[in-house]
Every structure is written in C-alpha cells, then in structure tokens.
C-alpha cells in the first residue's frame, strides 16, 4: 500500500504531512464507522461491540482500502 501511496501524493502534490494525515484518516475509518454501527443497534453487548470493531476493522481494510487506492491512482 506505500508505493500506492507515495504515487498518489506524488501525483496530486500533496505533502509528508497531508499524506500522513490520509493514512491516519484511512486507520480510523474502520473502527469509527464500525462503533458507530454497534452504538446505533439495541441490545448490543460489550463483547459483541469488540468482536464487530475487529471485523469490520479487518474487513474494511481487506477490501474497501484497496480500492480507493486504485480509485484515486
């Protein structure tokens, strides 16, 4: 994912630290949408909360940051 990433910053000029803000920004979204999905449905419970943060940690990045780097290259 580094060399996508380098050739994306390098392509639209972006700097050390923007681009370090995108790969901040892309870790975060995993856990922030999953927490926020867990937060939204009744009878959740805490276990259950860790195991989806995990998953849907993994599977975002599995599948969805991939294709974003492919997207914006």
Sequence with gaps: MMP???DISKRYGLSKDL???????GNLIPEAATTFN???RP?????EFGMATNIGCAAFSITMAPAIAVFFL
């Excluded at 009878?43 to 276990?47: A, E, V």
Aim: proline share 0%; charged share 0%.
């Design 43 to 47: 009878n959740i419970q805490m276990t």
């Design 4 to 6: 996508v990433l380098i």
């Design 19 to 25: 681009t370090g803000l995108v790969v901040a920004i």
């Design 38 to 40: 867990s937060f939204t």
